[in-house]
């Protein structure tokens, strides 16, 4: 199953996020929850760096996606990036609702900041 935990911060931004894990829905090369969950994310971080200039921490090995995103960005910046995260939340709560034995969406909060 594939893990994606999204990391927010207590006023409720986009912090980081880690994609872990294989879908097991088909052989590798055929299995269409991984691929559409790779394309969505890898997707979203090229689109930030790409329409932002914003250049995430990001850690990608084999099964594992994670990405962190800077602090104390000018608010502008930080406004359009959080858009751009959110929209592939959006996407893969999508892709969660019809392959849900094989993508478990969590949300974690900071208590402090």
Do not use: W
């Amino acid at each position: 199953m594939i893990q994606v935990v999204i990391n927010r911060t207590k006023s409720d931004e986009i912090q980081s996020f880690e994609i872990s894990g294989h879908a097991l829905f088909d052989r590798r090369g055929k299995d269409i929850v991984c691929a559409g969950v790779s394309a969505v994310s890898v997707g979203a971080i090229n689109a930030v760096h790409e329409l932002t200039g914003v250049t995430p921490e990001i850690d990608h090995d084999s099964g594992l996606l994670r990405c962190v995103v800077p602090d104390e960005l000018p608010e502008d910046t930080s406004g359009k990036v959080q858009l751009l995260l959110e929209g592939m939340i959006v996407a893969l709560r999508t892709i969660e609702i019809d392959y849900g034995k094989n993508i478990k969406i969590t949300f974690k909060k900071q208590e402090v900041e």
